[in-house]
């Protein structure tokens, strides 16, 4: 063959398949070119400049699958559950964007500007594959009667929530004179114990040694002698009289009554105070406890950690009590809150969480495809 013609060939060859590379290896969908940014913006409502530079979620990437769980774009924060009432738990879940690990707190503030509560946000693995967010757990008091609020998450993010009406008990407890002088006589002993209560459930620990339901501590079908937010009067011996709300559930049962642990924990508190007598306190999520007042005996230890369903005392009538029951009461954030809330739902609801947590990742994946 002529050299030359064969050279010719070989060209006309290299030539075709640099045409045919060039063709079939255009990105299918066009990059965005930095000065068209700004209406890419105004399509993606709420999309961030700062997710439209991440690497992972322009152009031809956004074809792919999107894992909200490896690339999600900015903060996301959502409350989750149903409409709460006061005296229910609120949980509020965070999912950074990646790389973000800053400390954040979510607040309850009323109408009216009021802060009513809130906690910092804690470390909530929710499942065996490792997925995780941030969580908070706070409460709306029980004595708040408004039904709008805001959850306010501190230079980040507010959301109005809508509370649902809700009517408490009133009841009248006359008290003889030993009772009278347990809640009107001053007592510094008393203010050390009550100061390092308040310090014990105001603390949020980093453990989530439990995620709820929880078990009431004696027979769910107990009679109960007063209810969570009782409005109560107490008749003094002296003729004088005091308001109180009551912080947790009265179970009528007599001296002697096994008490159980009402879900997993560790023990942050089992000792004699002179208010409540024997009493018990658990830690089972970072700043969410159950507390157990008026005990016979004690059977647990602080520091240990225990299951649900561990025997942890004896029913009785210490400290100031005017007859046998049990007081079991719940605390979130410090707020007590209901206990029949507790017992009813998931507290860190991890179906729910993904859930959400999904529906935000389509949403996104939805804007980039457009
Ligand atoms: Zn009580």
Redesign the pocket.
Known sequence: MNPRYDTVLRFAYLLLCFIFIACFSQPRVPRQSPSSDSAVIDDLDGISNAALKNPALDGQSAEKSFDIWKENPEDFYAIVGELPRPGDPVTVIFLPAKDNNRKLEASLVSGSGKRLGGAPFFDWVLDDEGHSVKACVFSVPSTFDGTEAVVRIEGADIFEIRLKERKFVAEEIPLNPSNTALRTVPDPRKTAESERLWAIISRSGGTVYATGPFTPPVAADTRRT?FFGDRRVYRYSNGKSDTAV?????YGVPTGTPVSACAAGRVVLAGERIVTGNSVIIEHLPGVYSIY?HLDRIFAEEGAVVKEGDLIGLSGSTGLATGP?L?W?LRAASENTDPDVLCARPILDGAAAKKIIKERGEQIYAELSR
């Open positions: 007063s009551h912080a947790g559930i009265d007042y029951h007081h009461e």
